[in-house]
DNA sequence: GTGCGACTGGGACGACCGTCCCACTTCAGT
DNA sequence: ACTGAAGTGGGACGGTCGTCCCAGTCGCAC
């Protein structure tokens, strides 16, 4: 094995750890498994990170950092707020069907984080990282769209996130693309009539 | 140890294990942690059931067969849908926040159970059974209320189970009540505006 | 080139896991 | 009372886990 230091090793090592808490779960992301996606020694597991704690720690906030815009509003002029809403879920929709393994993993890190009080924050974070996101959607499409969110669009995002948790967890367990958009237009519908005309 | 049929001693390894999962997580409910919660021996348990795998089937498919009517509309005359509906939600919440450790628990086993082939089809079933109780409890709302809902009720039924996911695993982070209540009261709103008077 | 700190590999550790074995006890049917 | 089946208890098995140790190797500063 080539020599790389110490903190190059940390991020391929929460890389292969997220590529294997995507394909099998974390309970099956020991340390063994994690160094073997990564083509390292168990030794340098332990050189990197002082124990697997710190490694799914690291890795959750990695990933929490990262979460990028998944429903960037498609501002396309003359739709409506339930057109543009109803797309941005749809594009969502289309990112989870694309890469499941991914969002199960979030899913399942988060409860990972519920399970102790110390990691517990790590979750709040990740979701005030949702609702940021989707609070950032909402005004964007409201702005497009010439209307005005009739509640505090920061209550707004907390129920788009809800939405968007629930989209996604029966989608993962149905794994039917019609019912999910089914869904999606729904939530679009729901959210749209959370907003007045400006 | 008293001598029990085998049989009994199912039941009570499954009631005993439930308890262990809700308090630990599944991950922490081994054979032995299951075997000192219901206050036996390891060979009562392999006695009983020939795996752990076939002991955590049996509790997923109980506890799914178990599940109550948690949304079971108030009617109060003169209510109209919104408000049935929130009450409703409320009810949920309420539920949720005295025992949150057992809706944890039933979000665990379904990401267990997705994490295999053999055991998706046990959370399918728990989702459809899901939706079976959304879509008896909106029958119930939309009835009393004298309205009818504009899409088929299986699809509105869907919804609110993505709904009650979402405020499920939003309030199991944020243990935001107020928040929650809001995000009940979004959700409330917006379904209600999925259905026509009569 | 020499030394020293950074990094590596393999093997070992104790703990815990699911499962199994076997001698033993209890009970129901006769 | 006798017997066979049902149920029990404790200890042991092989395997995997997270972690650690340590001898060895590399690369850079001097």
Chains 1, 2 share one sequence.
Not at 10 to 20: F, H, K, Q, S
Not at 22 to 44: F, N, P, Y
Not at 46 to 72: C, G, K, M, N, P
Not at 141 to 146: H, M, S, W
């Amino acid at each position: 094995m080539a020599r790389i230091p110490a903190s190059e090793r940390r991020n391929a090592l929460v890389e292969a750890a997220l590529r294997v808490v995507s394909r099998q779960g974390i309970a099956q992301a020991t340390t063994r498994a994690i160094v073997a996606e990564a083509g390292m020694s168990l030794a340098s597991f332990h050189y990197a990170f002082d124990s697997r704690d710190e490694l799914i720690d690291e890795l959750i906030a990695t990933v929490v950092a990262r979460e990028q815009q998944a429903v960037i509003p498609d501002v396309v002029p003359g739709q409506d707020l339930r057109q543009i809403l109803e797309s941005g879920l749809l594009r969502y929709l289309e990112h989870l069907e694309a890469d499941p393994d991914h969002e199960q993993a979030m899913l399942e890190l988060t409860q990972y984080a519920l399970r102790s009080a110390e990691r517990h924050p790590l979750a709040v974070a990740q979701y005030r990282r949702y609702a940021e996101l989707a609070e950032h959607s909402l005004e964007i499409a409201a702005d497009a769209a010439g209307t005005t969110w009739r509640r505090p669009v920061a209550e707004v995002a907390h129920v788009l996130v809800a939405f968007t948790d629930g989209l996604t967890l029966t989608w993962l367990v149905d794994r039917d693309d019609a019912a999910a958009r089914a869904v999606a237009r729904a939530a679009a519908d729901a959210l749209s009539r959370m907003a007045d005309p400006r």
